[in-house]
């Protein structure tokens, strides 16, 4: 085919060729669309042209507004030349200049001032409100460490403290895990430190790859391995921060910001957020540590803390603040297991008397020691400590029904969305935190709230004022006698005390929606403010299996033993200061009662001055359902130790076990001799205690265990577990628990007579030479008299 003849054919089909053509110069232009990008930025200028920089617009008013604006000028000028104005004007610059000056010269004697006028200025500086927002900022940035946490033990407003570090962003959990194990492999040699390493914790391999930070817009779901992991080494550091030079060596390795970064991660998670604040507590006893918590934020944080509507984090800030406060005149130091519920922040004065709670197996601060429920108590097979926050459940027949919802709320709690605190959450995440905020709800161990009485909508206001003056009036009159609802079944003998109340002092309670999960800190300190009211915590299992204080060094296998604890629990109260000039009350529960006779045998037997004053100064004792020959239910978990295998607590309370019979026949001795003066009540469970899953009743410590042949015994009609949690303040258990404690301080504050029988050999001899000396001197200086008159005749 000739070339004529292919041009002809190409002539029949023009919109072939056409489109054939637009097609190509296409592609070509796409192939070289860099190149021609490239080409026309030669001639394009790549500045952006500023907004701010555009031209100048005039606006024009009218005249007649002008001239308005004019005349105001012009009166305001005149009026300032006035005689009244003239006056005025400079008095009110100066008050304005005055406010802001005195906050500033509050800070500086706060800071340099003598420690009395230290405290003034601080005092004076929580209650100024007036300032703005951009002070509170300035005098934070200029306020030192000991100002700051004597600010945070005050209560003062959350502006006083610098925000977080790294406000708004959160460290990538790979990367914080990374730098946590070469933290921790600094310790090494250590065998608790081996032995995570090789059981949890393995080598962490960092990814260069990775993020260093989360932001606000960066909504990453958090790994359930990388939580479990992260609870599991704040679980550790509790655990080894107990030794204070590995606490000193955290510190100083810049720990904190470690801390810090964990605190973000589990904002929302309270358990968490309590074990973290207990390693700050063990670390807050560290000498050094108040600059260090104070550089790195903790101060601010715990604050925010000790505002917290969670029991948990409320109490243990509030200790980690008492250590860290050392310009407090009546400063304590709370070592580890010993908890302040009552002061929680600074007072004026010193307590009058120290009244100490110890929880029984398995119980805890907020557990043991919660108000009753409505509803009858039953007895769980599997439950938890409260108070830890291991997430592995204990199987136990001995301890506190579960709390509905914990292991479902952890589940929740896996897989949750990393959020950053503290920031204003973008539409998603605001919902996220919204469902996360309503489901921790449940899990919660809030603070009970008064119920504000509702106001009358009535309009006529004499019928209003009636109607108020029935509401005001008692239900009762002075003429009827209400029984305790928890009236005793049975008492000893010799037994005294209140069973009921007056008409007019009764408070029906039954329909009130009050709540309380710790009336030692809520019920008490209404009673007796200048108490200081203690609660003991310790870990305790009842199987092998469920002893989670155990997991992570071996060598803590024997604190299980109850002459162990005693002792290690008796050498943290003698460093918190109790009964140092001030009268001790006991109150323990079950297996706490025994822990309680062990400590005061050892203060008795002891040599040192400060364990003496311990038992010297004990006033009053409490037992609640304590086992003092012994409980059967440890003989039945005996024959079951071959499924459940019974931990230490339970075999050393098989009943009639050698050791609590001795222990309990030297306490009598004890009682009828240098503790005679102690005023001791006992009482016993009068019902069986049922199980939640069987359906049967239990009867843990029998009446015969629970009796003591010294002081008042009451049996009463509830279960064991109930020993502990009274109904209402109006109860039977908790005014003769008051009349215990009040007796306790008015005992106190009569002159004390020397017993000699009740002091050692070597202070009788101490006294006896004393004598000896002084009634030498006195005939000496009564014949000096005589000498002298002979030598001047």
């Known amino acids: 085919m000739s070339l004529e003849d292919i041009k002809a054919t190409i002539r029949r089909f023009p919109k072939l060729l056409g489109g054939f053509g637009i097609l190509t110069t296409a592609g070509i232009i796409l192939y070289e669309t860099p190149q021609i990008r490239k080409y026309f930025s030669q001639y394009v200028s790549k500045k952006e042209q500023e907004p701010d920089k555009r031209r100048t617009e005039y606006i024009y008013i009218k005249y007649h507004i002008y001239r308005e604006s004019m005349r105001k000028l012009q009166q305001k000028q005149e009026d300032e030349k006035k005689w009244i104005s003239v006056i ?10 005055a406010k802001h000056s005195v906050a500033w010269r509050l800070l500086n004697i706060a800071q340099n001032g003598s420690q009395a006028e230290r405290l003034k200025a601080v005092q004076q500086l929580i209650c100024m409100d007036h300032l703005k927002d951009w002070d509170f900022r300035h005098l934070a940035q200029i306020c030192d460490a000991r100002t700051s946490v004597s600010l945070a033990r005050c209560g003062a407003d959350m502006r006083w403290f610098m925000p977080l570090p790294r406000r708004g962003c959160i460290r990538n959990p ?21 032995h995570f390493f090789s059981k949890y914790f393995p080598d962490q391999h960092s990814i260069e790859e990775l993020n260093e930070f989360f932001t606000q817009d960066q909504n990453v779901s958090l790994a359930v391995q990388d939580t479990d992991l992260l609870k599991e080494v704040i679980s550790f550091l509790h655990h080894i921060t107990k030794d204070p030079k590995i606490a000193a060596k955290i510190i100083h390795d810049g720990g904190l910001m470690h801390l810090m970064e964990l605190r973000k991660i589990f904002a929302d998670d309270n358990e968490t957020l309590s074990t973290l604040c207990k390693v700050l507590a063990n670390l807050s006893l560290v000498p050094d540590a108040v600059e260090h918590f104070f550089v790195s934020g903790w101060v601010g944080a715990l604050a925010e803390w000790q505002q917290c509507p969670d029991l948990r984090l409320q109490v243990i800030s509030a200790k980690t603040m008492a250590n860290l406060d050392h310009d407090d005149p009546n ?30 197996l398995l119980g805890g601060v907020f557990i043991t020691w919660r108000q009753r429920d409505r509803k009858p108590t039953e007895l769980g097979l599997y439950g938890k400590n409260a108070f830890y926050t291991s997430e592995t459940d204990d199987v136990f027949l001995v301890g506190e029904p579960k709390r509905n919802g914990s292991r479902q709320q952890y589940n929740k709690q896996q897989g949750r969305p990393l959020i950053p605190a503290q920031l204003p959450a973008t539409s998603e995440a605001s919902k996220i935190s919204a469902n996360k905020t309503s489901a921790m709800k449940d899990s919660l161990l809030k603070t009970s709230k008064k119920v504000e009485e509702k106001r009358l909508n009535i309009s006529d206001a004499a019928t209003k004022e009636f109607v108020e003056t029935l509401y005001s009036e008692a239900e009762l009159d002075s003429d009827w006698e209400v029984v305790h609802p ?10 005294q005390g209140s069973f009921s109340v007056s008409g007019n002092e009764w408070t029906n309670q039954d329909a009130s929606e009050e709540y309380t999960n710790c009336w030692p800190m809520e019920w008490l300190p209404d009673d007796y403010p200048d108490s200081r009211i203690i609660g003991i915590d310790y870990t305790s299992a009842v199987t092998e299996w469920s002893a989670n204080f155990t997991k992570y060094c071996p060598c803590e296998k024997g604190q299980g033993h109850i002459e162990v604890r005693a002792s290690s629990l008796l050498e943290r109260i003698a460093t918190a200061g109790v009964g140092n ?33 311990i038992a010297k100064n004990t006033q009053g004792i409490v037992f609640l359902g304590t086992p003092h020959r012994g409980s059967p239910i440890a003989k039945w978990k005996q024959h079951m130790q071959m499924i459940l295998s019974p931990s230490i607590e339970v075999k050393e309370m098989e009943e009639n ?49 629970s009796r003591i042949d010294f002081g008042d015994f009451f049996l009463l009609k509830d279960d064991h577990l109930s020993l502990s949690k009274p109904i209402y303040r109006q109860s039977f ?29 070597t202070d009788l001899l101490a006294m006896n030479i004393v004598a000896i000396l002084l009634k030498g001197a006195k005939g000496l200086l009564e014949m000096l008299p005589r000498v002298a008159l002979r030598f001047t005749t």
């Not at 990367?175 to 250590?190: A, K, Q």
């Open 88 to 97: 005025i004007n400079p008095i009110g610059k100066w008050w304005k200049a």
């Open 174 to 194: 790979k990367m914080l895990l990374c730098e946590l194990h070469v933290m921790l492999d600094r310790l090494r040699p250590l065998s608790c430190v081996d």
């Open 331 to 360: 400063q304590f130091t709370y070592p580890p297991n010993v908890y302040p519920l009552h002061p929680r922040v600074r007072t004026r004065r010193k307590p009058k008397a120290d009244i100490v709670f110890i929880h029984g």
């Open 486 to 495: 928890d009236i005793p079944l049975e008492g000893n003998a010799d037994c």
């Open 581 to 613: 000039g001030r009268p001790v009350v006991w109150i323990g529960h079950s297996m706490g009662g025994l822990l309680t006779k062990l400590i005061l045998l050892k203060c008795v037997d002891s040599v040192e001055q400060r364990l003496q004053q």
């Open 657 to 705: 076990s050698p050791k609590l019979l001795e222990m309990h026949r030297r306490f009598m001795g004890c009682l009828h001799t240098c503790l005679r003066h102690v005023n001791v009540l006992s009482l016993a469970e009068g019902s069986p205690t049922m199980l939640t899953t069987f359906k049967f009743p239990l009867r843990i410590v029998t009446e015969e265990s």
């Open 733 to 761: 258990v908790y005014q003769r628990l008051l009349h215990v404690i009040s007796e306790a301080i008015d005992q106190s504050t009569e002159p004390k007579e020397m017993d000699e029988q009740a002091l050692p050999n």
